[in-house]
């Protein structure tokens, strides 16, 4: 094996990230660039390329939540916005090729339709990579657009399975009787354990009776991947199962970025095409935007959701291979699609890395698209009147608000941005009420006095407690803060944006387990009592947090619960 294969993708996917990019634009460069030097692709690549996108839809079914489809901004803002990117691509594109431009000018409607179809998804590689490194998964614009990324991914699986040409075999009903396996799938999962053993049954559950059960009655192996997937996403341990094959997917997935790649260099008419082509994103966002305003989200809300989902996907490579694959495309349209995601990504990365910054130049002169009946969970919140704010109600919230109500009884306050979790904690009894304090818009929304002595920021994503952080330094907030973090640099930077104390999580976890053997051993020597492990869950009772101008090494203390 030429050691370049391997080289050459890792030293473009650095270069692309040092610059602010996503990795993948160094592996379809790197495909190219490897063909242009005269290398061929191992035979071994195809099937691994497969693989990856086999693992990519049965990671996708494993985080499939159904009930996230039925809301209206996210089924109908996908299906919508589906349609009427076809529509205006293919119309795009038509006139294209009455004007005698390069590649257009052959297309007959069918094939028009097909790149256009190919044109209308976006990313899930690349909104949930800056949707993770936000920390917004679980913000409302950030569940739509991971909601309308599932739809989309569900039209393309759909029409892979179509572009077969023929028709199942009739044994493919017994499909229908594989939800009764599930009590069967779970008991095996339960015992695969966290390590070798569950990566192994991830990748027998997508290749067995996933894609090779699929195949064999005549049905296209990723839907299988996806089905199986979709069986399993209620299990408990549905999460780690696909934090366990993430590397191996991004791994196998790169093996398809090369393989795009392999197809051949683009000649000049091919790069033309390619660029009309990326002319066309700034319609899809815009149409993104007026939809996603309909469904009656906040302008800020529709903004950040256009930006994650304003680019060319991944799953259009994949349509486009199997249109080739059936003749239905020629191989060149290929090597445009593969130019087009990575001219998009080149234009979607720097603007989703400034969203925030666009969204307030822009808020004023776009707020006439914002509806007055607004979703409920973009209404005012109404906080009442605590004393203490818990931002964030994972573990360490919920344990740091029992163990504060002692202090505070009722005048404690959790806010958190799920839904579930907040009707979870309102049967357990706690004062919870739904927000997403990384939203700039928040503490607009937010209707409370200035009786609150101390928020506490809890959210596992240290993005988020930052942000959180910037924004009470904004409103001129004049209680005392405290924040969690994971890392020496996460402390520093936390208090210099004026957290007051910094619980570091790790060495919070190992605190408690020594105070919790002391409890249990009566017969060991006690601690003292000026001690610094005596200052844990009392520092949260005690509202005369030390100021910032603490040094942070004196300024920690252990939390009174285990890290999220």
Not at 121 to 137: H, P, W
Not at 258 to 264: A, C, D, K, P, Y
Not at 287 to 298: E, H, K, P, V
Not at 482 to 504: D, F, I, K, M, Q
Request: with cysteine; hydrophobic share 50%; aromatic share 8%.
């Amino acid at each position: 094996m030429d050691p370049l294969l391997l080289l050459l993708p890792l030293m473009l996917a650095v270069l692309v990230t040092l610059i602010g990019f996503p990795p993948l634009i160094g592996y379809l460069l790197a495909g190219f660039a490897l063909y242009g030097a005269g290398i061929e692709a191992l035979p071994v690549l195809e099937p691994i390329a497969d693989l990856g996108v086999l693992l990519l839809l049965f990671a996708i079914g494993l985080k499939l939540d159904l009930r996230s489809l039925i809301r209206t901004e996210v089924w109908g803002g996908a299906s919508l916005h589906l349609i009427l990117t076809v529509v205006i691509a293919a119309a795009a594109i038509k006139l294209l090729g009455l004007l005698g431009i390069g590649l257009f000018a052959a297309l007959p409607l069918a094939q028009v339709l097909t790149l256009g179809f190919a044109l209308s998804f976006s990313s899930t590689v690349f909104a949930i990579k800056v949707l993770e490194e936000r920390g917004d998964t679980q913000s409302l614009y950030g569940r739509t657009a991971i909601g309308i990324l599932i739809m989309q991914d569900l039209f393309a699986v759909l029409y892979l399975t179509i572009s077969k040409g023929a028709l199942p075999s009739v044994w493919a009903l017994g499909l229908l009787l594989l939800p009764l396996c599930r009590p069967l799938l779970f008991r095996l999962l339960d015992r695969a354990g966290h390590g070798e053993v569950l990566v192994l049954f991830g990748l027998a559950m997508t290749l067995a009776p996933g894609a090779a059960l699929f195949e064999l009655v005549g049905l296209k192996p990723d839907l299988g991947a996806l089905v199986m997937g979709l069986l399993l996403a209620s299990h408990p341990k549905a999460n780690e199962l696909s934090k366990s094959l993430f590397l191996f997917k991004e791994l196998f997935l790169v093996a398809f970025f090369l393989t795009i790649g392999q197809q051949g260099l683009p000649n000049g008419a091919e790069i033309v095409a390619a660029l009309a082509l990326t002319l066309l994103l700034p319609v899809k966002s815009a149409l993104f935007l007026a939809l996603l305003t309909r469904f009656r989200l906040r302008l800020r809300s529709a903004i950040m959701a256009t930006l994650t989902l304003g680019n060319f996907s991944e799953f259009g490579l994949i349509v486009m291979t199997a249109a080739i694959a059936t003749g239905s495309m020629d191989a060149s349209w290929l090597r445009v699609m593969a130019l087009a995601v990575t001219f998009s990504f080149i234009l979607s990365a720097p603007l989703s890395a400034r969203s925030q910054a666009l969204y307030q130049r822009v808020k004023i002169r776009l707020s006439g698209l914002e509806r007055q009946l607004l979703h409920p969970e973009e209404r005012p919140i109404r906080l009442g009147q605590p004393r203490v704010l818990i931002i964030g109600m994972g573990r360490i919230g919920s344990g740091a608000y029992d163990d504060l109500r002692q202090h505070y009884g009722d005048r404690i306050l959790g806010i958190d941005h799920k839904q579930e979790a907040v009707e979870h904690h309102r049967q357990a009894g706690r004062n919870v009420v739904l927000g997403d304090a990384t939203d700039s818009d928040f503490w607009d929304k937010v209707e409370h006095d200035s009786n609150i002595e101390l928020a506490i920021l809890a959210m596992p994503h240290h993005h988020g407690n930052t942000f959180t952080a910037e924004q009470l330094a904004q409103i001129q907030f004049h209680g005392q803060i405290a924040a969690v973090s994971r890392w020496p640099e996460e402390e520093e930077a936390l208090y210099e944006l004026g957290v007051h104390r910094v619980y570091n999580i790790y060495e919070a976890a190992g605190t408690g387990v020594a105070e919790q053997v002391l409890e249990l051993s009566p017969h060991l020597p006690h601690r003292e009592s000026g001690s610094e492990t005596s200052r844990t869950a009392s520092s949260y009772g005690n509202p005369a947090v030390p100021s910032a101008s603490a040094c942070p090494s004196q300024s920690k203390a252990a939390l009174p619960t285990s890290a999220d």
